[in-house]
């Protein structure tokens, strides 16, 4: 069969900030056969979103064709006239972006932005366009399909916004759909009705795909085939059901590998309680300052109480909103908490950095999710990780620089990187340095917000085993904050899940997928996605539950 | 909805109600608690010490800061402002004519320079990088750079002295004909325009570019929209509130050039009243023109504010 | 392109803006040597002269050279200008980052009053300030000053607050740190670029405020003649295009029109430093 797609030997170059001239995508060739889902799967940089976007005759700003042929139906869409380009995109093929959200035109409404397509081609008049998108709306399973393209971005969900770029997509019938990491932006429980909505439509429409993700296990629900790549070159092809269950790349297991489940608990549970390293009692705090009644005006965590035995971890899963971030914030002390309190050791904390003293600061570190925000772009790596020593223990000269070098080993990062500013370290250096900022205080106790999730699969799970070393060697405790269980599972004894700021359930995180009893907590655990090509046809789960904490 | 707009927009008046009244301060404080006596100025060195005291007390002098203050605000908000210490008139009348005139060269210019400018802006934009947009680029940093007063010596030099098309002097009033006006007018007007649109153009320019970097124009490229389409349907109303904001601040510069256009054409307006007054040091007369001139602007920062309200949809039902 | 190291490049344009503004910093130093008249001194008797050989500028409406007058205007225009542009960042830029740490009500009161200085138009202040206290060089610079230095607030403390919302000022905030280290080794470091680019623009419009004063007769006072006076001086001789009237201007777009063109081609990696 002829392809659909085609691109043969893909050459793109991009410059830099700094005016130097890269070549991001280097000889890359694959096909796409009419009605086949192509996944395009790698970590950032991969130049997958690159490729996808070729597919139209597109490159971002900045970037450039250098050479190859991108052919579409037969026709090179390289060489084409910007006119003819532009009369292929939206009806031949059409985009599903990342970010929906990003993606409408906030002063539009829906309905005008999913029919644009037919209005720009002539498709068809705008009557007949309405009544299509209104079609594409119930057959998205979107809400008031009939009334909801009358609304503007800001009025819907972002689950939804999602499934209407979808519609926007599918409005000029093209042959060829491109989705862009269209989950990644998602809460897991929204993610799987919008995985459903995309697999019908192209099943039922027998379109092809090429789907742009990070996430295999995501990929492994929808792809026919998978085209994994890396540095802008194509490690390896083949069918879905091969790269999962037999891949040959050594990069690609590699990737598979990082899916597999770790030894969560690092200490075994002793009988003798010894006191905890953490507690929290009954903290309830928010923005907007005190209302008349005692409680903040945007309140964000209601009665939340936790505590943390030493040398253990206890994970905190929740979706976005439900303020597992904001409760590492009252325990930093950066948001003083409108009632309750937090302990350390025992000893009870003030709710305010000003009102704690510098030991008090010291015990208890906080790392964040985005290395790239977290670290002074102009201060170079040894003066941040030296930083701590100085401040806390009072180190200056030949002190200090050895105990930099001491962290930098601990950390496994070459002690020559001290010189470097941390624009240029990779993602997983980053954290690294990220990581040993915080050790150089000495604490007991760190908080995680999020430290993997930024991060490529197999960049993550090296982060993560070097959290689990460092904690056999320093006796640390976590406090690990995710959206995501796997990471949680692989390096927590015990799962707090926060919903809407309340606690729901706490358990051991070993028995998590079995013995989650809240009704939310089942739902969350069921709905993250497992490399498994069969999970997503497979996965049953309650409708009235799903209606009841859902928020799509 | 509806309400949180209506809320939103008595907001901002309130603010610069509030501002204004910080305003008025900061003017009476600077012309009436600095050194340099008016009484002194008026009856000049030779006067005796009776003739000071009975002027001072005349001109309620005498009276603590804080209470003349409060007169004057209530003047001003009556519309008694005062009489002029030099030619003994009331400050209102001598304004009146004069503001007359100076909205007139304001509104004219106004006319003129913003549909050129908003035109050429987003002209730039939409063809961001070509030779038109490198063209327009230098031509406005180059006005932009140079103090109006050249501009203004630059038009004369150009349209008086070499092509000889029209004066190099303006008095608005004894006008005979429509042509005899224009050519009154053409000179300050040419010369504000160019200032202003300069500003104008930039801004608009940069609001346009700005909007057509988002996701959303991105998206609406990769629907197959045209590079008007894109400018004109998904880039425009989106920069709407920017662009409301730019021509609101270049009006208000319209305000800085008034004043040398008025004094370098010899324009009967406000800016050249208040010049003169400064060079006689007639105090009444400067508040009310600093006055005048700070509610001008005011009133324009105002407006752009509540278009950018306007303008933003997820304010709208 | 051409190359300053540090891997930076600058455009040609750029270079040769730099140069202007480097001739005008050393004519603005070194006038006094250089001057081949004693500026307040007649030295022709013809006004309004033509350029000769022995007046290369030709001579103003007293018959001064005007060639020793412009030299020493550059005194007045760069110095001043640059005294109070310096003043109005110093003051912006630390007041600005001072709020966006602090944040809260001092932010908000500060900001309010800034505002509302911020909206009386910089001409018209200048003028009222001068009409109440004349005018005199350390007025000048302070009323440019005050002019200036909401802007430079409003500038600074916009960047500020987006380099404060980073997750490393949070990490030093929750380390125990206190105002002056945030501000000097977390925020200042990140906004260095921007604050200097801005210190360029506010350049330009002080020398152009500078010489609208002067113009109208407000700025600097005879005998003293900044550009901007040199031109009112001589504006008797703008119907027959006098030299005397023409390049004074001249000297003032020549440098302010090479400070635009050089921070529209500064590197990007200066104009952006704020970004991570």
């Known amino acids: ?324 971030s904001t409760l590492a914030r009252c325990i930093a002390g950066l948001l003083p908490p409108a009632r309750g309190t937090i302990s350390l050791a025992g000893r009870t904390l003030a709710p305010g950095t000003h009102g704690r003293s510098k030991d008090d600061l010291r015990r208890v570190q906080i790392v964040f999710q985005l290395a790239d925000t977290a670290l002074n772009p102009n201060r170079p790596v040894g003066r941040i990780v030296g930083r701590p020593v100085t401040f806390y223990h009072g180190l200056h000269g030949a002190e200090l620089e050895a105990r930099v070098d001491a962290l930098l080993d601990m950390v496994r990062l070459p002690r020559a990187m001290k010189y470097r500013l941390p624009g240029e370290l990779s993602g997983g250096q980053k954290q690294r340095v990220n990581l040993a900022r915080a050790l150089a205080a000495e604490p007991e106790l760190i908080l995680c917000d999020e430290v993997t999730s930024a991060l490529d699969t197999v960049v993550a799970a090296a982060v993560l085993d070097l959290l689990r070393e460092l904690q056999r060697e320093l006796g640390l405790s976590y406090l690990f904050i995710s959206h995501d269980l796997s990471t949680v599972e692989a390096i927590c004894d015990d799962v707090m899940v926060m919903y809407q700021g309340e606690t729901v359930e706490r358990m051991a995180a070993a028995r998590m997928r079995v013995g989650a009893e809240h009704p939310y907590s089942r739902l969350l655990i069921s709905s993250v996605p497992r490399l498994d090509t069969g999970w997503l046809d497979g996965l049953e789960q309650d409708a009235e539950l799903v209606a009841q904490f859902a928020r799509r | 909805m509806n309400l949180l707009i209506a809320r939103m927009i008595l907001q901002r008046m309130g603010i610069v109600l509030l501002t204004l009244l910080i305003v008025s301060f900061a003017v009476f404080a600077v012309t009436e608690l600095l050194p340099g006596d008016v009484v002194e100025i ?276 | 392109m051409v190359r300053i190291g540090l891997g930076m490049r600058i455009s040609a344009l750029g270079l040769a803006s730099a140069v202007v503004i480097a001739f005008w910093g050393l004519v603005a130093i070194l006038a006094p040597l250089i001057v081949p008249y004693d500026p307040g001194k007649i030295v022709d008797y013809d006004y309004f002269g033509p350029m000769t050989e022995d007046f290369l500028l030709g001579t103003d409406y007293l018959g001064r050279d005007m060639l020793s007058r412009i030299l020493m205007g550059a005194r007045y225009t760069v110095g001043i200008s640059l005294a109070a542009v310096s003043l109005a960042c110093f003051l912006g830029v630390t007041l600005g980052m001072v709020a966006a740490v602090i944040g809260g009500l001092l932010d908000q009161v500060l900001s309010r009053v800034i505002d509302a200085f911020n909206s009386i138009p910089s001409k018209l202040f200048g003028l009222v300030v001068v009409a109440a206290v004349g005018s005199s060089l350390p007025v000048l610079v302070l009323t440019l000053t005050a002019i200036y230095t909401p802007g430079s607030y409003r500038f600074a403390r916009a960047l500020a607050v987006n380099i404060n919302a980073m997750d490393f000022v949070t990490v030093a905030r929750a380390r125990g740190e206190g105002l002056i280290y945030l501000i000097r080794e977390e925020i200042l470091p990140n906004i260095v670029g921007p604050v200097l680019a801005d210190f360029g623009l506010r350049f330009v419009f002080i020398v152009l405020l500078l010489s609208g004063l002067s113009f109208l007769g407000l700025g600097v006072q005879p005998p003293y003649a900044d550009w901007g006076a040199l031109v009112q001086e001589n504006i008797g001789g703008l119907p027959f295009g006098a030299p005397a009237v023409i390049f004074p201007s001249v000297a003032i777009a020549s440098l302010t029109i090479a400070v635009n063109m050089l921070i529209d081609n500064l590197p990007r990696r200066i104009r952006d430093r704020s970004a991570p």
């Open chain 1, 1 to 324: 069969m002829t392809p659909l797609a085609s691109i043969r030997d893909l050459r793109i170059g991009a410059v830099t900030d700094a005016g130097r001239e890269v070549e991001i995508i280097r000889g890359v060739s694959l096909d796409v056969a009419p009605g086949e889902v192509v996944a395009l799967i790698g970590e950032s940089g991969s130049g997958k979103t690159t490729i996808a976007l070729s597919l139209m005759g597109y490159t971002r700003p900045g970037c450039r064709i250098e050479s190859g042929a991108v052919l579409l139906d037969g026709t090179d869409v390289v060489g084409l006239s910007p006119r003819a380009r532009a009369a292929i995109r939206g009806r031949t093929v059409a985009y599903v972006p990342q970010s929906a959200a990003a993606a409408f035109n906030p002063s539009k409404r829906l309905m005008d932005q999913v029919i644009e397509v037919a209005r720009i081609h002539r498709l068809m008049p705008p009557e007949a366009a309405r009544r299509k998108a209104v079609d594409l709306f119930r057959a998205l399973a979107l809400p008031d399909p009939d009334t909801i393209g009358d609304r503007y971005p800001h009025q819907v969900s972002g689950g939804q916004l999602q499934r209407l770029s979808a519609a926007m997509a599918l409005i000029g019938d093209p042959r060829l759909i491109i989705f862009d990491e269209p989950t990644t932006a998602l809460d897991v429980t929204t993610q799987i009705e919008v995985l459903r909505a995309f697999k019908s439509v192209i099943r039922g429409g027998a379109m092809a795909g090429v789907y742009v993700s990070h996430d295999l296990a995501v990929v492994a629900q929808i792809a026919d085939r998978i085209v994994v790549l890396k540095d802008g070159e194509v490690q390896e092809e083949g069918t879905s059901d091969q790269i999962i269950n037999a891949p040959a790349h050594p990069y690609t297991r590699e990737l598979i590998a990082a899916f597999e489940p770790r030894s969560g608990a690092v200490t075994p549970g002793s009988d003798v309680e010894p006191a905890p390293v953490l507690e929290v009692r009954d903290l309830t705090a928010g923005y907007g300052g005190i209302g008349a009644d005692g409680l903040p005006r945007v309140p964000v965590l209601r009665d939340v109480a936790l505590r943390l035995l030493p040398g253990r971890n206890l994970g905190v899963i929740g979706e976005s909103g439900s303020g597992k």
């Open chain 2, 42 to 317: 008026l009856l000049g060195q030779s006067a005796t010490p009776e003739a000071v005291a009975g002027l001072r007390a005349a001109m309620h002098l005498d009276e603590p800061a804080v209470i003349r203050f409060v007169k004057w605000l209530g003047g001003l908000a009556t519309g008694d402002l005062g009489i002029s210490y030099v030619n003994k008139l009331g400050v209102a009348e001598l304004i009146e004519g004069r503001l007359f005139n100076t909205l007139k060269l304001g509104g004219v210019t106004a006319l003129f320079a913003v549909p050129l400018a908003l035109g050429l802006g987003i002209m730039a934009a939409m063809f961001q990088g070509s030779v038109f947009d490198r063209v327009v680029s230098a031509a406005t940093v180059t006005v932009i750079s140079v103090p109006e007063f050249m501009v203004a010596t630059a038009a004369v030099l150009i349209f008086a002295v070499y092509l000889k098309w029209l004066p190099a002097l303006s008095l608005a009033g004894d006008v005979g004909s429509i042509g005899e006006l224009l050519r009154n007018f053409a000179m300050p007007v040419i010369t504000l325009t160019f200032v202003i649109s300069a500003q104008m153009i930039r801004m608009t320019r940069a609001s346009v570019i700005d909007t057509l970097n988002t996701p959303y124009c991105e998206m609406a490229l990769l629907k197959g929209a045209s590079r008007v389409r894109l400018v004109l349907v998904h880039a425009l109303p989106n920069a709407l509130g920017a662009i409301a904001n730019a021509v609101a601040l270049s009006l208000s510069y319209l305000l800085g050039g008034v004043i040398i256009v008025e004094t370098i054409f010899n324009y009967p307006g406000v800016a050249k009243l208040m010049v003169d007054a400064v060079a006689t040091r007639d105090l009444p007369l400067i508040q009310s023109c600093a006055m005048i001139f700070c509610f001008g602007f005011l009133m324009l920062i105002m407006i752009a504010d509540i278009v950018a309200i306007l303008a933003n949809p997820r304010l709208r039902g």
